[in-house]
């Protein structure tokens, strides 16, 4: 499911063989048994509520990906679209009388709706040119509605924002969704509707001259397409989506605030997509599920989760543009060689190494964090399930000979690494 494909002109149309169907929808069914078997492992509320919260983060970055990946528009302000479907769904929720006529399992498709609605009024001027000038134009009519939630209570709800009960819609199928495995169910068939209309569309002439356009305005031009509409239809199926994410938050939570529309709702979703890799169409898929994992679970136990997720968007970008799907990605040649497992050895050498030099140096952090902001005469912490007292030298002596053996075994056995990763490539370089 890679938003990178070839076709080979010289063969001509034909219909695809069931090998070949069987080959496409096989990924779909798996996700589909695979999210119907979770709820039976983690059956908590805890783990359904963040595994709902992945499921919407998930349709939001897909949302977000049909902007940045296929047609190269930056947006700061694409929050805006997923919180306005969400209100509009709280509105919905509150008028009793209709929604007491309706299942709520469509709730989502009228938060797509009004999503929609506001990305075609807001398209109409901001997709004239891509680049810069659509980035800070999305950037200050984010700021603008964000501002303005606060103003216009009515729609928005102020400070407070607006909440609403689910339960008051129409049973369906005699379900009114007050556990939260069903409202998993609801958002897990939302997630793979949503995801295999976005692959569809990206497989549409709309979703591929969005990728020409992204890559060459001019010559999409010059060959009859207007790089403008392009921009502006793949704005307004992401607005859709990105509504029917709103939706899916409105079920989940019954509640939306200021915090669904503003710059770090809309900041978030960017790295979200970035972290998992914009160039495949997976990409934000793993980008949404590692962090919701980094979110909520490394929140429960330190308070820089924030840090850490922002130093992980910055390595990635540094060293692995293409994200965590680049990075998985990058072994396909050597799969496909029947090398890959000349890798393993190397990898365990550097990697356990590195990763342990990281938990060091992740150690010396919270250390120096607890030392400077834990209450006066608090001097014991707990880290790695062990408590001690902070103000000592001993621990950070540990700590920082940890960082350095680890760091130092992992740049020792990285000339290593590279010998075999070379090794693992070079028929597919012979061949080429």
């Known amino acids: 499911m890679t938003g990178q494909t070839k076709t080979n002109p010289s063969k001509t149309a034909q219909s695809a063989p069931t090998?070949?169907?069987?080959?496409?929808?096989?990924?779909?069914?798996?996700?589909?048994?695979?999210?119907?078997?979770?709820?039976?492992?983690?059956?908590?509320?805890?783990?359904?509520?963040?595994?709902?919260?992945?499921?919407?983060?998930?349709?939001?970055?897909?949302?977000?990906?049909?902007?940045?990946?296929?047609?190269?528009?930056?947006?700061?302000?694409?929050?805006?679209?997923?919180?306005?479907?969400?209100?509009?769904?709280?509105?919905?929720?509150?008028?009793?009388?209709?929604?007491?006529?309706?299942?709520?399992?469509?709730?989502?498709?009228?938060?797509?709706?009004?999503?929609?609605?506001?990305?075609?009024?807001?398209?109409?001027?901001?997709?004239?040119?891509?680049?810069?000038?659509?980035?800070?134009?999305?950037?200050?009519?984010?700021?603008?509605?964000?501002?303005?939630?606060?103003?216009?209570?009515?729609?928005?709800?102020?400070?407070?924002?607006?909440?609403?009960?689910?339960?008051?819609?129409?049973?369906?199928?005699g379900e009114q969704f007050l556990q939260q495995e069903q409202v998993y169910y609801l958002t897990a068939a939302w997630v793979l509707i949503s995801a295999a209309s976005m692959y569809l569309w990206s497989r549409t002439p709309v979703g591929r001259m969005a990728n020409a356009v992204r890559d060459n305005p001019e010559r999409a031009e010059f060959?009859?397409?207007?790089?403008?509409?392009?921009?502006?239809?793949?704005?307004?199926?992401?607005?859709?989506?990105?509504?029917?994410?709103?939706?899916?938050?409105?079920?989940?939570?019954?509640?939306?605030?200021?915090?669904?529309?503003?710059?770090?709702?809309?900041?978030i979703i960017l790295l979200v997509t970035f972290l998992g890799g914009v160039g495949f169409f997976f990409g934000p898929i793993i980008g949404a599920i590692t962090f919701t994992l980094l979110q909520t679970v490394l929140s429960l136990s330190t308070e820089l989760w924030a840090f850490y997720a922002g130093t992980l968007f910055v390595l990635t970008v540094m060293f692995f543009p293409g994200g965590l799907a680049g990075l998985i990605m990058m072994h396909l040649p050597a799969l496909r060689l029947g090398k890959l497992g000349l890798l393993v050895v190397p990898y365990i050498k550097t990697l356990v190494p590195g990763a342990i030099g990281i938990l060091g140096l992740a150690a010396l952090v919270e250390m120096t964090f607890h030392y400077r902001h834990a209450a006066v005469g608090d001097h014991e912490m707990t880290l790695f399930w062990t408590t001690f007292d902070n103000h000592t030298l001993l621990p950070w002596i540990i700590a920082g000979a940890i960082t350095l053996i680890g760091f130092g075994i992992a740049r020792a056995t990285a000339p290593a690494l590279k010998d075999a990763w070379n090794e693992a490539n070079t028929a597919r370089k012979a061949q080429s």
């Open 19 to 173: 090998g070949s169907v069987l080959f496409a929808v096989l990924p779909w069914i798996l996700a589909a048994l695979l999210l119907a078997v979770l709820p039976q492992v983690f059956s908590n509320n805890s783990a359904l509520t963040i595994m709902n919260q992945m499921s919407i983060t998930i349709v939001f970055a897909l949302a977000y990906n049909m902007l940045l990946g296929q047609g190269g528009m930056l947006s700061f302000g694409h929050a805006v679209y997923a919180g306005v479907g969400g209100f509009a769904c709280m509105h919905i929720m509150n008028t009793s009388e209709f929604f007491s006529s309706i299942p709520l399992v469509i709730l989502p498709f009228f938060g797509g709706l009004f999503g929609m609605a506001f990305a075609a009024l807001i398209g109409s001027f901001s997709t004239r040119t891509a680049g810069t000038t659509f980035a800070m134009i999305t950037l200050g009519l984010g700021e603008l509605i964000a501002a303005s939630s606060l103003i216009f209570v009515a729609f928005f709800g102020g400070e407070g924002g607006i909440s609403g009960d689910r339960t008051d819609a129409l049973p369906f199928f």
């Open 223 to 267: 060959l009859g397409y207007s790089a403008r509409w392009v921009r502006y239809y793949s704005f307004v199926a992401s607005g859709f989506f990105a509504g029917v994410s709103g939706g899916l938050f409105a079920i989940n939570y019954e509640i939306l605030t200021e915090e669904n529309l503003n710059a770090v709702s809309s900041g």
